[in-house]
């Protein structure tokens, strides 16, 4: 069995990446899944950004409002990266244009994009959050 890797960078993006070791943790259904944490709860706040590269995908937990939420990492409108998006409430308002998407639906307010941000089940082991992926 081989083991996964995750890169995670800090949200400014200019500090250096971590690598972290992901083993292999179950097999389901004839796919091996793996448990790969991405963080220990007791740091969690609202305001919390972590850019995460997993599985090809570059990926953004973010706390907001009390609870944890992981999505692609680019606005559905314009592809701009999330990680400096601001808050308000329980919108999102991305970066480039401004475009805010509601964090419990997805979708954009307004009509200026038809797409919705695209969320990812989260799973608490623990004391630690993460998600589990299939190799």
């Known amino acids: 069995m081989n083991s996964l890797f995750a890169r995670t960078t800090?949200?400014?993006?200019?500090?250096?990446p971590k690598w972290r070791y992901l083993p292999q943790s179950a097999v389901v259904s004839g796919f091996i899944?793996?448990?790969?944490?991405?963080?220990?709860?007791?740091?969690?706040?609202?305001?919390?950004?972590?850019?995460?590269?997993?599985?090809g995908q570059n990926l953004l937990l973010l706390h907001e409002n009390g609870?944890?939420?992981?999505?692609?990492?680019?606005?559905?409108?314009?592809?701009?990266?999330?990680?400096?998006a601001s808050c308000k409430g329980n919108r999102l308002r991305?970066?480039?244009?401004?475009?805010?998407f509601d964090?419990?639906?997805?979708?954009?307010?307004?009509t200026a994009c038809a797409q919705s941000l695209q969320f990812f089940p989260l799973i608490y082991e623990g004391n630690t959050l993460g998600v589990e992926v299939s190799e």
Not at 67 to 84: D, F, Y
Not at 103 to 110: E, I, K, P, S
């Open 10 to 16: 800090g949200v400014t993006g200019y500090k250096s």
């Open 67 to 84: 609870k944890s939420l992981l999505i692609r990492n680019a606005c559905p409108h314009a592809g701009a990266a999330l990680t400096q």
């Open 103 to 110: 964090l419990d639906t997805g979708r954009a307010a307004g």
């Open 33 to 55: 899944m793996a448990f790969v944490a991405l963080e220990k709860l007791h740091l969690l706040h609202d305001g919390y950004r972590q850019a995460v590269r997993l599985a």
């Open 94 to 100: 991305c970066p480039m244009h401004g475009i805010e």
